[in-house]
């Protein structure tokens, strides 16, 4: 079992930044990445980081969001810069692990509004 809590959401002026924290716990945690859903909206992906660090961002959000994680920490971010109101959603951590398939885990979701 994987859990994920996220942590950092707010409400951001637009141009603004912040920087979301998720903190897992389990064992074999491959792949992580941040997802966001708008109202109406389909769940999409944010941004996606490897065991190996190898990163891929949407489109939409390429120069502004930068993903990390601390392993030793069991710890995944997202800082977000020039946050635009389109960035509104729920953002949530997703973990990948290993098992004798790949079981995929989700955080509750924290909520991001950039709002003038």
């Known amino acids: 079992q994987v859990q994920l809590v996220e942590s950092g959401g707010g409400l951001v002026q637009p141009g603004g930044s912040l920087r979301l924290s998720c903190a897992a716990s389990?064992?074999?945690?491959?792949?992580m990445g941040w997802y966001r859903q708008a109202p109406g909206k389909e769940r999409e992906l944010v941004a996606e980081?490897?065991?190996?660090?190898?990163?891929n961002y949407a489109d939409s959000v390429k120069g502004r969001f930068t993903i990390s994680r601390d392993n030793a920490k069991n710890m995944l971010y997202l800082q977000m810069n020039n946050l635009k109101p389109e960035d509104t959603a729920v953002y949530y951590c997703?973990?990948?692990?290993?098992?004798?398939?790949?079981?995929?885990?989700w955080g509750r979701g924290t909520q991001v509004t950039v709002s003038s």
């Open positions: 980081i490897s065991s190996g660090d190898s990163t």
């Open positions: 997703n973990a990948d692990q290993m098992r004798l398939t790949i079981v995929s885990y």
């Open positions: 389990g064992e074999r945690i491959v792949a």
